[in-house]
């Protein structure tokens, strides 16, 4: 699965799941200050991707995700394990 696929996903789980405005939603916008999601919120949509990859995430791997590019980057890195 190529990245823009993923970022079209990822993009599609913010508005569904946060009501987030699309045009927020960018590969630089921040999840926690441009976005206003909380930890809470972050684990959701870890969830939502576990579900949707069949792949289990772990933690580790989305304590550096910081940015919308950063989530579709770490959500490649585990389809190419």
Do not use: C, N, W
């Amino acid at each position: 699965m190529d990245k823009h696929v993923i970022y079209q996903d990822v993009t599609q789980l913010l508005i569904a799941l946060f009501d987030i405005e699309p045009a927020l939603i960018t590969p630089q916008a921040r999840l926690y200050e441009d976005l206003d999601l909380d930890s809470i919120d972050a684990v959701d949509m870890v969830v939502h991707l576990q579900k949707k990859t069949g792949r289990k995430i772990k933690p580790e791997a989305f304590k550096t995700v910081r940015t919308v590019q950063d989530v579709v980057d770490a959500v490649a890195a585990l389809l190419a394990e």
